[in-house]
């Protein structure tokens, strides 16, 4: 499975944006689709998972209550709605499939190219 991450761009503190990834392959053998974000020079972060088949979400603290992840099958097509957003929301935001629903980004292969957030304040 291949994933390509879009809809990013230059937001001001306090503005929304949505990210879209469009996946190609054999989507069906995986369980979840996750949001991972990268910042300069940090850690790669979990934001959000979907049960591809369920539509079961889960999100970290830090984008809760703000972000919100959708999957659209029939399309092959993962959302990320994202809301409130801050200056520290700033990274590439990335979308992987997983085999197990899991935050680590360890448990994830398959990474494709992410797409560029910028927020201003």
């Known amino acids: 499975v291949q994933l390509q991450a879009s809809g990013g761009g230059l937001v001001q503190a306090g503005g929304s944006l949505r990210v879209s990834c469009v996946a190609s392959g054999r989507t069906s053998s995986y369980e979840v689709m996750g949001w991972f974000r990268q910042a300069p020079g940090k850690e790669r972060e979990f934001v959000a998972l979907v049960g591809w088949s369920t539509g079961a979400t889960y999100y970290s603290d830090s984008v809760k209550g703000r972000f919100t992840i959708s999957r659209d099958n029939a399309k092959n097509m993962v959302y990320l709605q994202l809301n409130s957003l801050k200056p520290e929301d700033t990274a590439v935001y990335y979308c992987?499939?997983?085999?197990?629903?899991?935050?680590?980004?360890?448990?994830?292969?398959?990474w494709g190219q992410g797409t560029q957030l910028t927020v201003s304040s």
């Open positions: 992987v499939p997983g085999k197990l629903s899991s935050i680590r980004s360890t448990d994830y292969d398959s």
